[in-house]
RNA sequence: GCUGAUGUGGCGAAAUUGGUAUACGCACAGCACUCAAAAUGCUGCGGGAAACCAUGUGGGUUCGAGUCCCACCAUCAGCACCA
């Protein structure tokens, strides 16, 4: 049967029938991990996306277990989340029916593009016995200190009554409606992530992963050396503000120090007088975000409290401002400003006429203000003469005598906020008694099941307390009446150890048997958008680190190496998105060409880790290359061939590009090139295209290259292949074969083709063996009339050879 | 604003990580087969008559730069409640 999608269909049947792609888990002694990124069920139907980021991972899988791994390759549904509560709100559809009907699709469809998952360890993350772990992890981290509570900031929009992502958030107002959005606090839940800031930097010395996302999360840590220093508030008996500082050094400048709006201190250190201009300065501030308040470009603004603080290295008495360019998150929420020595505060206090004093200047001339770089203290008093170095350190320990400072490292990264007030998540497990406070449900009552008749519309609370049933409950420890929490847990909690939960998804004793996660951790390839480089994988990361400490895995960091696959965009250039019109569907190509038709092509035409914007054009180029291979397969069959049993030249060179292929194929699967992958496997059929087209060829050296090609391209196109093979008259599967043996030997004896340059510049190609010497080549080229022609008054000044790559004669005409 | 990327023929893209720039394809053109077309097979295909010139622009390092360094231009992604 020619290729189409009945050939797909057949070999899915025939694949699920023999159970090709159960997993043995009894021998994990060669494992292999390898693992997408699983999806969220948030359309019916599998996008470009998917396509692109699971086809080429199945075909990776499928290359590792030919290589003879025991590959675990799971896939699982990222079910909870905001886009299924904003459809059940639209439509009135409950989100636990879109999302499971999605599953479902999303699962059949995974099946016709023919990848090898064995579903019997997948998870879904909605159901509750996946989040009864998701609870049970919680209540540990509770148990160890981790999990806490605290005010922090949300988005609110005053006329939905409701707490917005900032997704919902557009320039400044409600998606909804367009009210301004504010900044209110509530009460809500963290995990402390801060307490591994240190380990999740070390840590990423040793992994695997891009350069560039190492970055991104070394710069999302933030780890920063510097000092904390005590500023006395000027008439309390002992009350203090802390600083943190890089530029201790600058001490001695400091002309005013700046407090975040938002600060519960804040209003308590403005005098009466100035408490309206305060006060409304903080309604004003509630309405920006964080990116707008950060921003350079941004013009200042503040408001002066009417309080001054004490400065502890000079006793000098400076203002206190308020300003939203301090953030309270960030740091201790305390900025000493030194507005010589920083840009921002040099604008601030030019605006607000401050005090500028110099304390640094170069270690030649003088600078203009204001001047940021390292240099020789002034002004400073007994620290005057020291370079930046000595006196950040003479500085610390003066004020560490008076315990008014001291050395310490800052972090920009934040405890990870878990409370949602939403409902279509994990409803976190604790439970609020009037007398016994804040009481963790007891592990035996798990799940706290999500109530089904909830009211999810928007309305000012959140939505499961609006369920009595819900609400209400004995409290554990004295059994009165009392309240359950409200909130749900963010989805990154969901996502932040489903790869742990995967090869022991069935337990409903304990969240995972120790002995085997154990032996199939860590993940050894894990493939996804790089859009994940911080959350996701700083929260995976953290959440491991958390759960060996207390005891259920041994590992210290999940995955071992890390791909990211593109982006394909719209065929304009731009993101795909409903709302622009540019999406496309793989569906109808998979209709006409069938699933390995689609496969190759989003893998021929696309680097795996650039992506780039759609184009089907290439499509043809497959479906021709496949047609050709097909048209070869039939002609071996038929066997018309004048055979012969001698190598001689031209046999020699079909063996060599075999050989050739083989390495170059393995090479490139491994790295994630497919594109070039496929590019060889051509090269290899136009050889044997070549080859055949011979008066006389080798018939059984022409079918064995054929089935050595076969079982190359076989994890590129798993139907196709399957195919073939069974024409070729095998009754196993093509998929239980080797990846096939290269001969380095047969390689290495071809002859390479050596440029000759002079001066750079390419002069000729010769043909020579590899081992050829610098005098070989000398000898080789000396008759080559180019050369001759170049070297005729020609002073050689000298001559660079680098062995089976270059020879280039370097010097000048006489 | 901060952080991280990307820029190579008409097009998708390669370049063993400093060693023949444009592999493999698409599109296009020519030839063969055919009454004809499609399909298939073969050949050609950066510019230039040539010396040479070409990897976003301008400098630099090097015997040698798409690759390394500096500056600039353009585009894209993430920024803590989309996942």
Redesign the pocket.
């Known amino acids: 049967m020619r290729y189409s999608k009945e050939v797909d269909r057949k070999w899915q049947k025939r694949w699920k029938e023999s159970g090709l792609y159960k997993f043995d888990i009894s021998n994990l002694d060669k494992k292999f991990y390898s693992l997408e990124?699983f999806?969220?069920p948030?359309g019916a139907r599998l996008h470009l996306g998917h396509w692109f980021n699971f086809a080429p991972s199945d075909s990776f899988a499928r290359f590792k277990s030919m290589q003879g791994y025991n590959v675990f390759h799971p896939m699982g549904f990222?079910a909870?989340?905001?886009?299924a509560e904003n459809y059940a709100i639209k439509t009135g559809i409950h989100p636990e029916e879109s999302t499971l009907k999605n599953i479902e699709t999303m699962k059949r469809q995974l099946e016709e593009m023919g990848a090898n998952y064995d579903w019997n360890y997948s998870v879904e993350?909605c159901m509750p016995d996946y989040y009864k772990w998701t609870q049970w992890i919680f209540l540990k981290l509770f148990e160890k200190g981790l999990a806490y509570k605290k005010e922090?900031p949300?988005?609110w929009c005053k006329s939905c009554n409701t707490?917005?992502?900032?997704?919902?958030?557009v320039n400044g107002e409600c998606e909804r409606c367009g009210t301004i959005v504010e900044r209110r606090k509530?009460s809500?839940w963290f995990f402390k992530?801060t307490d591994y800031a240190e380990e999740l930097l070390e840590g990423l010395k040793d992994l695997d992963w891009?350069?560039?996302?190492k970055?991104?999360q070394a710069?999302?840590?933030?780890r920063s050396e510097g000092a904390e220093v005590k500023f006395k508030i000027e008439g309390s008996k002992d009350e203090y503000l802390t600083a943190f500082t890089t530029r201790v050094d600058t001490l001695n400048g400091v002309t005013y120090v700046v407090i975040a709006p938002e600060s519960d201190i804040t209003l308590k250190l403005t005098k009466p007088e100035y408490l309206d201009a305060v006060n409304k300065y903080r309604e004003q501030t509630a309405k920006a975000?964080?990116?707008e308040r950060?921003?350079?470009?941004?013009e200042k603004t503040g408001v002066f409290t009417g309080s001054y603080v004490i400065n502890p290295i000079n006793g000098e008495r400076v203002p206190l401002w308020v300003s939203d360019y301090v953030i309270e998150?960030?740091g201790t929420g305390v900025v000493m400003a030194v507005p010589a020595h920083d840009e921002r505060d040099y604008e601030f206090a030019k605006k607000y006429n401050l005090k500028i004093k110099e304390v640094i200047k170069p270690v030649d001339g003088n600078a203009e203000l204001p001047y940021t770089d390292y240099g020789i203290l002034i002004n400073s008093g007994e620290f005057n003469g020291l370079t930046s170095a000595e006196a950040k350190k003479k500085i610390v320990e003066k004020l560490s005598k008076t315990n008014e400072g001291k050395q310490t490292v800052n972090y920009?990264?934040?405890?990870?906020?878990?409370?949602?007030?939403?409902y279509?998540?994990a409803p976190i497990p604790i439970i609020y008694c009037p007398d016994c406070g804040i009481v963790p449900v007891p592990e035996k009552d798990l799940p706290v099941l999500l109530p089904h008749d909830v009211e999810f519309r928007p309305d000012g609370e959140s939505p499961l307390r609006k369920s009595k049933e819900f609400m209400h409950c004995k409290c554990p420890k004295c059994n009165k009446d009392a309240m359950r929490e409200s909130?749900t847990l963010?989805?990154?909690v969901?996502?932040s150890f489903y790869f742990l939960r995967y090869p022991d998804a069935r337990n409903s004793e304990k969240i995972w048997d120790k002995e085997i996660v154990d032996k199939i951790m860590p993940v050894d390839v894990y493939v996804g958008?790089?859009?994940?480089?911080?959350?996701?994988l700083?929260y995976a990361r953290f959440m491991t680190k958390a759960l060996r400490d207390m005891g259920y895995v041994d590992c210290d960091e999940p995955f071992k190496k890390m791909v990211h696959q593109?982006?394909i965009?719209g065929p304009d250039?731009?993101?795909m998105s409903k709302s622009k019109g540019n999406t496309v569907a793989p569906d109808p190509y998979v209709d006409k060409y069938g699933s390995d038709t689609f496969r190759m092509y989003i893998m021929?035409?696309?680097?795996?880790?650039?992506?780039?914007?759609w184009?089907d054009?290439?499509i043809?180029?497959?479906?021709?290359?496949l047609?050709?291979v097909e048209?070869?397969a039939d002609r071996i069959l038929n066997n018309k061939y004048k055979t012969k049993n001698t190598i001689d030249d031209e046999e020699k060179e079909l063996i060599y590009v075999k050989n050739r292929t083989i390495k170059a194929m393995e090479?490139?699967i491994d790295?994630f090139?497919f594109?070039?992958a496929?590019?060889?496997?051509?090269?290899f059929?136009?050889e044997m295209?070549?080859y055949e087209?011979l008066p006389i060829v080798n018939e059984k050296l022409l079918r064995e290259s054929f089935e050595t090609y076969i079982t190359l391209i076989s994890p590129l196109a798993p139907h196709f292949s399957e195919e073939i093979w069974e024409q070729f008259g095998h009754t196993e599967s093509v998929h239980k074969e080797l990846w096939p043996k290269y001969d380095e030997k047969e390689i290495a004896k071809y002859q390479?083709?050596?440029?000759i340059?002079i001066?750079?510049?390419?002069?000729t190609?010769i043909k020579t063996n590899r081992e050829a010497t610098k005098e070989d080549v000398k000898e080789a080229i000396k008759d080559v009339p180019t050369i001759v022609q170049?070297l005729k008054n020609f002073e050689i000044k000298?001559e660079?050879f680098?062995p089976?790559?270059?020879f280039?004669i370097?010097g000048k005409k006489k």
């Open positions: 990124m999806s969220y948030s990222d909870f989340g905001l886009p993350t922090a949300v988005n707490v917005l992502a900032n997704e919902q958030v509530m809500q992530i891009p350069e560039s996302t970055k991104v710069n999302w840590i933030g975000s964080d990116i950060m921003s350079t470009e941004r998150g960030y920009r990264l934040k405890d990870w906020l878990v409370s949602r007030q939403r279509w998540g909130d963010d989805t990154f969901d996502s958008g790089k859009e994940h480089a911080t959350m996701h700083i593109g982006m965009l250039g731009n993101k021929f035409g696309f680097s795996f880790t650039e992506g780039g914007p184009k054009e290439g043809q180029a497959i479906v021709k290359y047609t050709r048209n070869l090479a490139d790295r090139q594109n070039t496929i590019a060889r496997s051509m090269e059929i136009n295209v070549k087209q390479i083709n050596l440029p340059q001066n750079g510049k390419l002069k190609v170049a000298d660079i680098v089976q790559k270059i280039n370097v």
